[in-house]
């Protein structure tokens, strides 16, 4: 069984925002892996970092000549300036020890069979803001408990598309497609209202 890059939710109100690109990373320095640009098989080109767990697989088994699926988290400031972080390397050969009998399959036939395709990203959060003429939305990501002593532990994130602003403050779920430097959003679930702790 391939282990899908991007897992299963375990808990229905489970903070995510993380997705899959394939592309060939580029170092903006070749002494310093940990920053540079990510370029996609259209030539669109995204400014990339990458996190610590990550970098040791690059230096250890990653050919930057090659095309890889990137396991990625998007942050942006606004619908066309998104910046991804590397926080894995999904190649169901080479670094999750398949049994070899298996014939290879290519990459993205495995990835839909998981259900999932090349640039797309699983958004899970707050919506709390909605701008109708721009048909922009923007959620609210907080990470995880353990996460939560770092200052950046809250973020957000600007989404392309629409929901209905009596929708604000409630906890959703999207779909979302990255289109160069810009997420759009495909569908909306809404899972349940936050109701606000204050007070």
Known sequence: MYKSPIQEVTNKLQYRAIGIVEGIYKPNNTDQLNRGVLTDKEGKT??????????????????????????VYPRNKNTNNLHLQVVGIWDPYQLNQLDKNVSEKDPSKL???????????????ELVYVNTQKKEVVIKICASSSVKKLKNATFKIVIEGEIPLKLLNNFVSLDVIR?????????????????????
């Open 179 to 199: 289109d160069g430097n810009t997420l759009k959003m495909v569908k909306y679930e809404v899972i349940e209202k936050i109701i606000s702790k204050k007070g």
């Open 111 to 125: 990835l839909e069979e998981l259900n999932l395709n090349n640039n797309y990203f699983s958004i899970r959060g």
């Open 46 to 71: 995204v400014e990339t970092v990458i996190l610590g767990k990550a970098l040791s697989l690059i230096k250890k088994y990653i050919n930057l000549e090659n095309y890889y699926f990137w396991i």
